[in-house]
């Protein structure tokens, strides 16, 4: 790890060789928009990690407990393995299509960790995935999303951590005590179990409606597909020179969680990296 390593800066999980591409295209795009941002790439063991994926980063860590091979059931662990004293984190399948710089002074303000509590459609229109009702109506919980968190290495942020360490290893059990059988997922999910742990350490997190806010492709087309399983079948992405972003016929100038690694052709890597190159040199 380098010693100069920046104050504040993001950083994006990596398990396997398909999410080490997808979150060197997300560090691309972060610094494409914002230069200046200090990216880390978290990762289970560095001697796997190939030289051609650390174009991007200015650091590598690894995580320091046994590493879970679902790349979200390991986010308990970044509060030891971020570099920094104030951390963005962002999961590897998503693209940073705006500048957050602006965010970072409210945060460090007003949070010790902090989720966004709603998500959007392409459209830029609010959107309520199935399992936030059920949550809401009958758990009475505040669902937050889990595509980019913020928090500080503090006290605060740290009892949702230690929470994490036990529920997400064991995140079968805890659903099954908390949630009713037909409301457990049949496999990880990072945003219903960040929803429990923040329901269960009794008001540290803070939610925050819009400047985490970002768009879920996967949730969007569950809403508007029918229950379609990948979006990327059914809505066509234009991708164009200076990195842009078109899906159907809405250009994407948010954070974009895509969540299919289908969406993640050579052609939009290469533009990525081509703009990031451009940018940057």
């Known amino acids: 790890m380098p010693d100069n390593i920046a104050q504040n800066g993001y950083v994006i999980i990596a398990v396997n060789p398909t999410e080490y591409r997808q979150a060197q295209c997300c560090a ?18 560095q001697s ?8 991007g980063f200015d650091a590598i860590t690894e995580l320091p407990f046994t590493v879970a091979t679902n790349c979200r059931q390991n986010d308990w662990q970044l509060y030891w393995a971020s570099p920094y004293e104030n951390t963005i984190a962002i999961d590897c399948s998503t693209l940073v299509k705006t500048d957050l710089t602006s965010a970072w002074d409210y945060l460090i303000d007003h949070c010790s960790i902090a989720f966004p509590n709603s998500i959007t459609n392409m459209r830029k229109d609010q959107i309520y995935p199935l399992y936030k009702k059920h949550l809401e109506k009958d758990y009475n919980l505040d669902v937050i999303y889990s595509g980019i968190f913020f928090f500080k290495k503090d006290e605060i942020a740290l009892r949702h951590f230690k929470m994490a360490d036990i529920y997400f290893q064991y995140w079968t059990d805890v659903c099954s ?22 329901d269960h350490t009794n008001g540290d997190v803070v939610t925050i409606p ?23 079948d059914k809505l066509t992405v234009w991708p164009s020179n200076a990195g842009k972003i078109k899906i159907q016929n809405y250009a994407i100038n948010d954070v974009l969680y895509y969540h299919e690694e289908e969406f993640l052709t050579q052609e939009i890597f290469n533009e990525q990296q081509h703009h990031y190159n451009n940018i940057t040199k």
Not at 28 to 45: E, N, R
Not at 179 to 197: C, G, N, R, S
Not at 210 to 224: E, F, H, P, Q, V
């Open 28 to 45: 691309f795009s972060i610094k494409s928009k914002m230069p200046d941002a200090s990216v880390t790439l978290v990762v289970g063991k």
């Open 48 to 55: 796997k990690v190939q030289q051609k994926f650390l174009e």
């Open 177 to 198: 005590k908390y949630l009713k059988p037909e409301h457990i997922p049949d496999f990880f999910d990072a945003d219903i179990m960040h929803t429990l742990v923040a």
């Open 210 to 232: 819009k400047i985490l806010s970002y768009i879920d492709m996967r949730n969007s087309a569950g809403n508007t597909l029918n229950k379609v399983n990948k979006w990327t």
